[in-house]
Structures are given as structure tokens and as C-alpha cells.
């Protein structure tokens, strides 16, 4: 991981740790936390990053049922993008990277480096055309998907062309966008196994998260699960590859639940059996007349 991604988990553990906090000096400690892992991903000048980061307390209050705090959330995000988008200008004297990352929220193409991102934009949509091209191929590739090539190292050659470069990150499946690399290295049937994978081992964490919320360390780990799996299913469509850390929570969640279910049901009262006979039978209850 780098500071695209670290923080991003690290700021998700420090708000299930919030809600577990007894103490004043805890919970300000994780609050300076999650500012921290903010900060640093504001630096990492990733524009999904930073639209992560502020969809993420919405996910942590509507787990916790704090609905007078999402009101609040929605319309403070509100208002930030409307003075970000009527004085975009007010964004130019952060840093480089800061600048890069806050803007995903100013609609149109209005500051410098904005400009300065064509390339970057251009990139994932030359990757995006050309992943939908493999996958809709034909009948096989739209099923089964497009086999990955070999990565070719002249694609650090400073004499290889954009179209080239293009060319070998298709071809290993770098496509940037987690529905595409899906779609079209794996086509419908990997979609369709991703998507019973994430439903088996989800479901059970998921409902529990929301019955209960986060009252011990087995419901901070369903936390961490969602939170990955739900912001990686909203930006599905724009960022990421193949869900590997994604899977990895969810089943790390689905272990943790089975093992509460079984600490449940040891923990529960052993039932009474019926007392037998010589015969492995039941006594019949000799009643007089």
C-alpha cells in the first residue's frame, strides 16, 4: 500500500476503535488519528482517495444509527462543494498534491491543475475504451473473459509511445477500474463469482453489524469488512483492480462470526435427554388404573 491506500484502512480501523473508545483522551486520540490519515491522503493527490475519505464518516454514522449526525454530514459535504465549486480559486495556494486530489469536487475543468491532469484523464479513458472493446469481442470473451499477458518491460522505455504503454497495461490487466479488470479478464462468470463470494461471506457480518453495531472487536472487524467492500462497490465503476484486500476482510469477517457462533453455543446450557431404558429406549411412564 502506499499513501493512496495505507491511510485509507488506517483512518477505517481508527473510526471502529472510536466507537469502542470509554474514555475522552481514547476518543480524542483516534479523532487526531483519523485527521491524520485525512491529511495523508490529501497528499497522496488521489482524487478517489480523497472522495473516499469523505463518504467514509457517513458509513461509520449510519452503522452507528446517528442519524441527526448524517443530516448534519450530507449537508456540511453540501456546503463544502458549493463554496468549492463558486470560488474554485480558493484551492490554487494548497500544495501540488492537495490541489490534485480536492479536485474531484469542482465540476468542469477550472484550475491549473485540472489542466495539468488531461493526461491522466485521457489515460483511463483510452484504458476503459479499450477494456470494454476485449470484454464485447465476442460471445466467448463476453462469458469467459480475455486471457493476461506476459508484462513487458519496455514499458518503462522512455522511446515507448502512450499507445503502446496503453496496449501493455491491458494486456496485464492494469485497467484501473475494478468492474472492467473483473469484466474483462474474468467476463460474466468471475462477476458473477465475485459477487456470490462477497454475498457468503458478507451477509451474516453484515446483518449483525447493523442489529448490534459496534459493541466488541468481532463487530469492529465486520465494521472494517464493510466499510472496504461498501466504498469499494461505490467507486467500482471509476477506480481499483482486482478486490483482493476486499476479500481478504470479508473473509476474515466470516471467520470471526463463526467463531462468536460457536463461542454462543458453547456458552449455551446444555439440553436435557431423555433418560433410557436397558434397551436404548425411552421409559414409559407406568400409569395405574
Not at 79 to 108: D, H, K, T, Y
Not at 113 to 121: D, L, V
Not at 186 to 201: M, P, S
Not at 243 to 259: E, K, N, R, S
Amino acid at each position: 500500500m502506499d499513501l493512496r491506500g495505507a491511510p485509507l484502512t488506517l483512518m477505517i480501523i481508527a473510526f471502529a476503535c472510536l466507537s469502542r473508545s470509554r474514555s475522552i483522551l481514547m476518543s480524542l486520540l483516534h479523532l487526531i488519528v483519523i485527521v491524520a490519515c485525512g491529511y495523508l491522503m490529501l497528499i497522496g493527490g488521489s482524487r478517489v482517495s480523497a472522495a473516499m475519505g469523505a463518504i467514509l464518516p457517513l458509513i461509520w454514522m449510519l452503522v452507528n444509527r446517528k442519524y441527526l449526525l448524517i443530516a448534519i454530514g450530507v449537508a456540511s459535504l453540501a456546503s463544502a462543494l458549493a463554496l468549492v465549486n463558486l470560488n474554485p480559486r480558493m484551492l490554487e495556494p494548497l500544495p501540488r498534491p492537495v490541489q490534485r486530489a480536492l479536485s474531484i469536487f469542482v465540476l468542469g475543468e477550472r484550475l491549473d491543475i485540472q489542466a495539468e491532469q488531461r493526461g491522466s484523464n485521457l489515460w483511463h479513458a483510452e484504458l476503459f475504451k479499450s477494456g470494454l472493446e476485449r470484454w464485447t469481442k465476442n460471445a466467448g470473451t463476453i462469458i469467459f473473459g480475455n486471457r493476461i499477458y506476459p508484462f513487458d518491460v519496455a514499458f518503462y522505455s522512455p522511446a515507448m509511445d502512450f499507445y503502446y504503454r496503453l496496449k501493455v497495461a491491458a494486456d496485464t490487466a492494469r485497467y484501473e477500474r475494478s468492474l472492467w479488470t473483473i469484466l474483462t479478464t474474468t467476463g460474466l462468470v468471475g462477476g458473477v463469482l465475485f459477487a456470490l463470494a462477497f454475498w457468503r461471506l458478507m451477509r451474516e457480518p453484515t446483518r449483525h453489524l447493523f442489529r448490534h453495531g459496534i459493541v466488541d472487536t468481532a463487530s469492529m472487524v465486520y465494521f472494517v469488512a464493510f466499510a472496504q467492500v461498501a466504498l469499494w462497490l461505490v467507486f467500482i465503476a471509476v477506480s481499483g483492480s482486482f478486490p483482493g484486500t476486499q476479500l481478504m476482510w470479508a473473509g476474515l469477517a466470516y471467520a470471526t462470526w463463526q467463531d462468536q457462533q460457536r463461542a454462543i453455543a458453547q456458552a449455551a446450557p446444555p439440553v436435557a435427554q431423555p433418560k433410557l431404558g436397558n434397551r436404548g429406549r425411552p421409559r414409559a411412564l407406568m400409569v395405574g388404573r
